[in-house]
Nanobody, 122 residues
């Protein structure tokens, strides 16, 4: 499975971005799909996840601002990010868990995309 994330960019605080993760190689409709992020000098951290059957979970820091969704017909997962803050600045990675779970631990994920940069200016 190859994952390709896109949609990052530069936005002002309070603005919005929509990230997408396109999977290829096989269908990911039974996989758990998540977004993680990593800011300079910091560890990779969990952002959001959607299980194979649609259960979602979010980091406390993004609840109410970010929304994860999946389109199985297109083999993609997206994340709408609203009310962005400078502290959301990071490289965002999508990841896939073949067990279909809604986990927040990076080590449980089997496939990773290369990441897309999100920069929020104040």
């Amino acid at each position: 499975v190859q994952l390709q994330a896109c949609g990052g960019g530069l936005v002002q605080a309070g603005g919005s971005l929509r990230l997408s993760c396109a999977a290829s190689g096989r269908t990911v409709r039974r996989y758990g799909m998540a977004w993680f992020r990593q800011a300079p000098g910091k560890e990779r951290e969990f952002v959001s996840v959607i299980s194979w059957n649609g259960f979602t979970n979010y980091a406390d820091s993004v609840k109410g601002r970010f929304t994860i969704s999946r389109e199985n017909a297109k083999n993609t997962v997206s994340m709408q990010m609203d009310s962005l803050k400078p502290e959301d600045t990071a490289v965002y990675y999508c990841a896939a868990d073949i067990e279909g779970r809604a986990e927040s631990i990076p080590g449980l994920y089997d496939y990773w995309g290369r990441g897309t940069q999100v920069t929020v200016s104040s």
